[in-house]
């Protein structure tokens, strides 16, 4: 490469696409007898910027990503991010015992089932 393909730039002129953009995280979500089980993809995501709303069988899974600036810009393109998603979830789900884990920009929430809601086996007597 001898440099002719990469045009000079003018003073001042700072070409930027950066801007708060929306994106949907991506999510697994499993489910066995105890819990469902969710894992939603946010990337440099920090926890203290997410937030996990539960309400009359409605999830809502939001985060924040912020990107500071480390200097004078020549060019930008990676930015700040909002994830959003929502769900319905059953009304079976105990709430006050939801958890969260946040690793490797993957978001775990684990939402147990009530006793209720559970399996249960039935025990056949002999008549």
Same mark, same amino acid.
């Not at 697994?28 to 969710?38: A, K, S």
């Not at 809502?60 to 319905?88: C, H, M, N, P």
């Given at each position: %490469?001898?440099?002719? =393909?990469?045009?000079?730039?003018?003073?001042?002129?700072?070409?930027?696409?950066?801007?708060?953009?929306?994106?949907?995280?991506?999510?697994?979500?499993?489910? *066995?007898?105890?819990?469902?089980?969710?894992?939603?993809? %946010?990337?440099?995501?920090?926890?203290?910027?997410?937030?996990? *709303?539960?309400?009359? +069988?409605?999830?809502?899974?939001? +985060?924040?990503?912020?990107?500071?600036? !480390?200097?004078?810009? =020549?060019?930008?393109?990676?930015? =700040?991010?909002?994830?959003?998603?929502?769900?319905?979830?059953?009304?079976?789900?105990?709430? =006050?015992?939801?958890?969260?884990?946040?690793?490797?920009?993957?978001?775990?929430?684990?939402?147990?089932?009530?006793? !209720? !809601?559970?399996?249960? %086996?039935?025990?056949?007597?002999? +008549?």
């Amino acid at each position: %490469m001898d440099g002719k =393909d990469i045009q000079k730039k003018e003073s001042g002129s700072v070409q930027s696409t950066r801007s708060t953009s929306k994106a949907i995280p991506l999510v697994d979500i499993y489910e *066995n007898e105890e819990e469902i089980l969710l894992h939603a993809e %946010m990337p440099g995501v920090d926890k203290k910027n997410i937030t996990v *709303n539960i309400d009359n +069988g409605n999830l809502t899974l939001s +985060g924040i990503r912020t990107v500071g600036k !480390a200097g004078a810009a =020549d060019w930008e393109e990676f930015g =700040d991010v909002e994830y959003q998603r929502s769900f319905s979830v059953p009304q079976t789900i105990e709430v =006050d015992k939801v958890r969260a884990e946040l690793k490797d920009g993957v978001l775990a929430l684990h939402l147990p089932k009530s006793e !209720a !809601a559970r399996p249960k %086996m039935v025990e056949i007597k002999a +008549g």
